[in-house]
Nanobody, 126 residues
């Protein structure tokens, strides 16, 4: 069983930046894919970004491409989501998730992931 802990959320004005972190524990993650999803009030959980644990492939939703960058530090079992040029519509609870890469569609879907963090709030004001 994998445990995931997110951090780094907060409040920022439009145009600002935040960096989210997600640290995994409980098992080795070779072959796993790490994902970031978000859920705004009254909306479904949506895909934001994902990266294979080997780091060879990254995926982004069209809404964040060119503004967000996902990276990983294998030694720290941590992935990051650098969010730049934030917009009010980026406001949501952001969740980290992980799953065996063979079980995850491309592009990744929330339903494909079995392990989730508790979420961290990101609020962008105009």
């Amino acid at each position: 069983q994998v445990q995931l802990v997110e951090s780094g959320g907060g409040s920022v004005q439009a145009g600002g930046s935040l960096r989210l972190s997600c640290t995994a524990s409980g098992r080795t993650l070779g072959g796993y894919i790490m994902g970031w999803f978000r859920q705004a009030p009254g909306k479904e959980r949506e895909f934001v970004a994902a990266i294979t644990w080997g780091g060879l492939s990254t995926y982004y939703s069209d809404s964040v491409k060119d503004r967000f960058t996902m990276s990983r530090d294998n030694a720290k079992y941590t992935v990051y989501l650098q969010m730049n040029s934030l917009k009010p519509e980026d406001t949501a609870v952001y969740y980290c998730a992980t799953e065996d890469g063979l079980r995850v569609m491309r592009p990744p879907r929330a339903v494909d992931f079995g392990s989730w963090g508790q979420g961290t709030q990101v609020t962008v004001s105009s």
